[in-house]
DNA sequence: GTGGTTCATATTTTT
DNA sequence: TATGAACCAC
C-alpha cells in the first residue's frame, strides 16, 4: 500500500494554534532546569542519552524537551515520537506537556507506549504481515489457551510440556525480534526439540485467527519496517524527533525498532538509568544503553544527578549498595536537601512481629508520636519483593484496622468477569472470533459441555466457517437435543440480535481528502448508517440477555458483588469511546486499575510495582538472602540475577523521601515449612555511617549464626553454603553495624490505637448477626468485644476482624471501601 | 456436566 | 500453607 499522496498532504497541514501560541511567548519551561537538565533538553538534534538517576527529575526534562521541540525547532506535535513502557507514564507526560502549553494537549497522537503505538502502526499496514486491520489482541490468558490447544491437538503431556513454557520460550524469541524462521539453531532444542516448530504452528494459527499478542505487536512492526522500505521511509521522515522514556527496560525488538525509526535523521533522546533495570526476566536488555554511545556515534550523554526527593543518608545507602555491580555507565547522585535521620535497619524474630512492628510504627508516624510530624498513611508505602510476603501484612492491619491498599494484583482487564464480557463484545462486533465464542458458549452455564463444544467445531470445520456459523448450523439441524440444544438456539438468536443492534445499515464506504486527520498516514474505513441503540446500552443489553449479570448475581461467593461492579464499571468506561470496536481496540491496552480512593491508605507493594514512584515514608521489609535477594534469580541467572536484585535494593532505597526503614527476619514461613533465615547481603552493603541499627540487642547476636549452622545438615555443599552465609552475618561490616547499634527499645506501643473507638461500629453489630466482609466473605458473628468483631466465616475459617471492615450481610452493596 | 476430591506447585509482571 | 489444575465419581 501507499500513502505518499497522503503523506504529501500533511506536510502542508496547518499549524496547529499550540505552536503558534507558543512562538510568541519567550520559553519559561526552561527556567526552572538546572543545567544538566537544561543540556538535555537544548540539545534537539542528533542522538541523546539521559542518564536520569532516580529522583532527578527526568520527566520535568522530558516534557520541557517535548515543548521546546514545537517552540525552538518548530515541531508539530505530530511530528514527535514519545514512547513510554506505562500508560500511566504516558498520561503523565501527556498531562505535563498540556500544563506547561497551557492547553489541552490532543495534538499528540504518537506519545504513548510501544505496544498502543505499535497496535495503530500495525492497523494501518496490517495486511503487510497478513492481517485484517482489525484483528484482536491476545493478552496472556488468550495466548496460553491457544497454545495449549495446539499442544492438545499434538497429544503433547502437558505436565511435561506445559504451555505456560511453551509460552516463555516464544515470548522470549519475540522480545529478540526473531520469527519462526530466524531463531538461531542454539535454540532448536528448546521445549523437547520443537519448539521452533511450535512457534511456527502459533503464529500460524493467530494469522488464521486474526490475532496478535502482544509481543506480536513489536515483532510485526519491526518485520514490515525491515521488509518494506517505503513504510519505513515514511514513517523516517513523519517522525521527525523521538523520545524514548525508560530506555533500560527496552528489548531487542523494541530497540530494533527505535533503530529503525531513527535511522534517518538520528533524533533520538532516550531517557533512562540503568541501575533501575529491574525487568531483564521479561526480556529487556541492559545491554542497549550500556551500548548506547556505540549505537549512535556522538551521542551527547547527559547525567542528571542532582536528586531532588531523598535525603543524603537516603541516597548515600542506596549508592553504596548499588557501587557492588560491575559494569555500570556510573552517576554521582547529590543533593541539597537537609541531611534528615539515618536509614533504620531492624531485625525481628519472624514475618508476624515484623509486621506487628511496622504496623505500630505506621500509627506512630501518623499521629506524629514519633517526635515527628504527622504523616498521612498515603506518605507511607510497604515495599516487598514477593507478593507472597504482603499477606502478614494485611492480616495484620485488618486486625489492628489500619487502612491499607494493596497496589497490583490482577489488572482490570485481567479480571474473569471483565475478559467474559469482553469476549461477548468481541463475539457480537466480529462473529468470526471464535476465541471469543469458546469463551462465551458455556458461560454462564448453558449445560454446553465437551461433547456439544466439538460438535461445533466439527460443524464449523466441515464448512469452513466460523464457530458461530458453525453453531448455527447444529442449531439448525437439531444436531444438540435437550437443553443444551435450546440454550445454542438462544445464544446464536441473541447473538444476532445483538448484532443487528451495533450498527445501522452499512453506506457505501466515503473517502474524503480534507477530513483526513492529520496523525500520520491514514487509511479508509467503511461507514455505517447510525445504530439504532448507543453502544452503552447495548453493551448493558447484551449482558443481561445473554445471562451473564443474572450468573454473577446468583454467586455466592464473596466475590460476586465486587464483579458485578466490576461490570457496571466496565460499562461506564464504554462511555468514553465512540462504539464498542473503538472499545476493543484499545481496551487491552488501556485499561488499568482506576479505583480513585478517598480514605488514607498505606499502600502495600512489590518493589517492581513501585518502579516510578515515591513516599516520605518506605518500608523495605523481608531483606533476607534467599528472598531478597531471590534465591530463584540467583540460581537461574547467577551474576546477572544477583546484580538484577540489587538494583531492585537501589530502586526499593530510592523510592524513600525522608525515611527509610529496612527489616528482616529470624524465621520464616516458606512453602508451609520454618526456615531459618539470615540477613540478605545487601544489609552488608549499606553504609554504617548512615545507617541505625534498631535491632534491640540478644536477640539476634551470635546465636543467631549458630542457629543457622544447626540446621544445615542436609548435604555437603548445603553445608558449606550456609557456613559462608554465616560468615557474611558475621562480616565486618555487620559487626559494626551491631557495635554502634542503638539500645533503645524497639517502639512503644501506639496508643492512639485503643483510644480510638469508632462507637458507631460497635453498637451495629449483634450476636449471630450474618456480616459480609470483602477478604473473607460471608460469615456469622460469635463474639463482640469493643470495636473487634469474632467471625465465623464460612470459606475462611474463625477470625477476629475490626467491625468497620464488615458490612452486615444484607448490605454487602454499601461496604465502605 | 458438575462437584468434590487429590496432587503438584510455589518470584518479580510495564503491555 | 494454600492455591490451582486435573481427574474421577455421580
Redesign the pocket.
Same mark, same amino acid.
Request: no cysteine.
Given at each position: 500500500m501507499s500513502n505518499f499522496d497522503e503523506m504529501d498532504a500533511f506536510e502542508g497541514a496547518s499549524t496547529p494554534l499550540s505552536q503558534r501560541a507558543m512562538s510568541a511567548r519567550p520559553m519559561p519551561y526552561l527556567d526552572g532546569l538546572n543545567p544538566a537538565q537544561r543540556e538535555a533538553v537544548e540539545t534537539l538534534y542528533g542522538p541523546v542519552l539521559m542518564l536520569a538517576g532516580a529522583g532527578t527529575g527526568k520527566t520535568k526534562a522530558l516534557t520541557a524537551r517535548i515543548v521546546h521541540l514545537m517552540n525552538a525547532a518548530k515541531a508539530r506535535p505530530n511530528e514527535i515520537l514519545a514512547v513510554t513502557?506505562?500508560?500511566?507514564a504516558a498520561r503523565e507526560m501527556k498531562n505535563r506537556v498540556g500544563g506547561m502549553l497551557g492547553q489541552s494537549i490532543e495534538g499528540m497522537p504518537w506519545l504513548g507506549?510501544f505496544?498502543?503505538i505499535c497496535v495503530k502502526l500495525l492497523r494501518r499496514h496490517a495486511e503487510l504481515v497478513g492481517l485484517k486491520s482489525n484483528f484482536t489482541i491476545l493478552d496472556?490468558d488468550d495466548q496460553i489457551r491457544l497454545l495449549k490447544q495446539l499442544l492438545r491437538a499434538e497429544s503433547i503431556d502437558?505436565?511435561r510440556w506445559p504451555a505456560r513454557m511453551l509460552a516463555g520460550f516464544i515470548d522470549g524469541w519475540k522480545n529478540r525480534a526473531l520469527t519462526p524462521e530466524k531463531v538461531p539453531s542454539a535454540d532448536a532444542g528448546a521445549f523437547n526439540n520443537r519448539g521452533t516448530e511450535f512457534y511456527a504452528m502459533y503464529q500460524k494459527r493467530l494469522l488464521e485467527l486474526n490475532a496478535v499478542d502482544?509481543g506480536d505487536l513489536l515483532l510485526h512492526v519491526v518485520t514490515i519496517f525491515q521488509t518494506h522500505d517505503d513504510v519505513l521511509n515514511q514513517y523516517q521522515r513523519w517522525f521527525r524527533y523521538i523520545l524514548v522514556d525508560?530506555y533500560q527496560?527496552t528489548n531487542v525488538a523494541q530497540y530494533l525498532w527505535l533503530r529503525l525509526l531513527a535511522g534517518g535523521h538520528k533524533n533520538i533522546c532516550c531517557v533512562g538509568d540503568d541501575d533501575q533495570s529491574i525487568?531483564g526476566? $521479561?526480556?529487556?536488555e541492559v545491554g542497549n544503553i550500556l551500548r548506547f554511545e556505540k549505537d549512535f556515534p556522538g551521542a551527547k550523554v547527559v547525567r542528571l544527578e542532582q536528586n531532588y526527593r531523598s535525603t543524603p543518608h537516603i541516597l548515600a545507602a542506596a549508592s553504596n549498595v548499588i557501587a557492588g555491580n560491575e559494569g555500570r555507565l556510573g552517576k554521582d547522585l547529590w543533593t541539597a536537601s537537609e541531611e534528615g535521620e539515618k536509614v533504620r535497619l531492624i531485625g525481628h524474630w519472624d514475618g508476624e512481629e515484623e509486621a506487628r512492628w511496622i504496623g505500630e510504627e505506621l500509627e506512630a508516624m501518623q499521629s506524629g508520636t514519633r517526635g515527628m510530624n504527622p504523616i498521612s498513611l498515603n506518605d507511607m508505602a510497604i515495599l516487598v $519483593?514477593?507478593?507472597?510476603q504482603m499477606r502478614a501484612f494485611e492480616d495484620r492491619f485488618l486486625t489492628i484496622g489500619l487502612p491499607y491498599r494493596v497496589i497490583?494484583g490482577p489488572?482490570f482487564y485481567e479480571r474473569m468477569e471483565i475478559r467474559d464480557a469482553m469476549a461477548y463484545f468481541r463475539i457480537v462486533t466480529s462473529p468470526d472470533d471464535d476465541l471469543a465464542f469458546e469463551r462465551i458458549v458455556?458461560t454462564p452455564?448453558r449445560?454446553?459441555?465437551?461433547?456439544?463444544q466439538q460438535k461445533i467445531q466439527m460443524a464449523a470445520r466441515a464448512n469452513g466457517v466460523s464457530l458461530v456459523e458453525g453453531a448455527r448450523i447444529v442449531v439448525e439441524n437439531k444436531a444438540i437435543g435437550g437443553k443444551?440444544g435450546a440454550e445454542l438456539a438462544k445464544l446464536v438468536d441473541g447473538l444476532d440480535r445483538w448484532a443487528a443492534l451495533t450498527r445501522g445499515p452499512r453506506v457505501a464506504t466515503i473517502i474524503d481528502d480534507d477530513a483526513v486527520l492529520d496523525d500520520g498516514p491514514q487509511m479508509s474505513e467503511p461507514e455505517f448508517g447510525p445504530p439504532e441503540m448507543s453502544h452503552v446500552e447495548l453493551a448493558q443489553v447484551i449482558l443481561d440477555e445473554s445471562g451473564y449479570t443474572a450468573h454473577w448475581q446468583n454467586d455466592k461467593t464473596p466475590e460476586g458483588p465486587g464483579r458485578l461492579e466490576n461490570l457496571k464499571e466496565l460499562v461506564k468506561a464504554l462511555e468514553q469511546f465512540e462504539n464498542l470496536q473503538g472499545f476493543l481496540e484499545h481496551v487491552s491496552?488501556i485499561m488499568?486499575n482506576t479505583q480513585e480512593d478517598e480514605a488514607a491508605k498505606v499502600s502495600i507493594?512489590?518493589l517492581?510495582?513501585a518502579?516510578g514512584l515515591e513516599f516520605p515514608a518506605v518500608f523495605l521489609p523481608g531483606w533476607e538472602d534467599g528472598l531478597f535477594p531471590?534465591q530463584?534469580?540467583m540460581d537461574?541467572?547467577g551474576l546477572k540475577?544477583l546484580e538484577e536484585?540489587r538494583r531492585l535494593a537501589y530502586v526499593g532505597i530510592t523510592r524513600a523521601e525522608d525515611i527509610c526503614t529496612i527489616s528482616f527476619t529470624a524465621n520464616r514461613?516458606v512453602?508451609?515449612q520454618w526456615q531459618s533465615q539470615l540477613p540478605s547481603r545487601f544489609i552488608d552493603e549499606l553504609p554504617e555511617d548512615h545507617v541505625e541499627v534498631l535491632t534491640p540487642p540478644g536477640l539476634y547476636g551470635g546465636n543467631y549464626g549458630a542457629a543457622g549452622m544447626g540446621m544445615g545438615g542436609s548435604g555437603q555443599s548445603d553445608l558449606e553454603k550456609r557456613v559462608q552465609d554465616a560468615n557474611v552475618y558475621n562480616s565486618p561490616g555487620w559487626k559494626r553495624l551491631q557495635a554502634r547499634k542503638d539500645n533503645r527499645p524497639m517502639s512503644q506501643p501506639a496508643e492512639s490505637k485503643n483510644i480510638t473507638i469508632d462507637m458507631t461500629a460497635v453498637s451495629s453489630f449483634s450476636m449471630g448477626e450474618r456480616v459480609f466482609h470483602q477478604k473473607f466473605g460471608y460469615g456469622a458473628v460469635i463474639g463482640i468485644e469493643g470495636d473487634k468483631l469474632e467471625i465465623e466465616f464460612e470459606k475462611a475459617g474463625t477470625k477476629k476482624v475490626v467491625s468497620r471492615f464488615v458490612a452486615a450481610a444484607d448490605a454487602a452493596d454499601d461496604i465502605p471501601f
Open positions: 513502557f506505562t500508560n500511566k507506549t505496544h498502543a496472556t502437558d505436565k502482544f525508560e527496560d525487568y526476566w $521479561r526480556g529487556a $519483593r514477593a507478593s507472597h497490583g489488572r458455556n452455564k449445560g454446553l459441555g465437551d461433547k456439544a443444551g491496552l488499568d507493594m512489590t517492581h510495582g518502579k531471590s530463584r534469580s537461574e541467572s540475577g536484585e514461613m512453602f508451609g
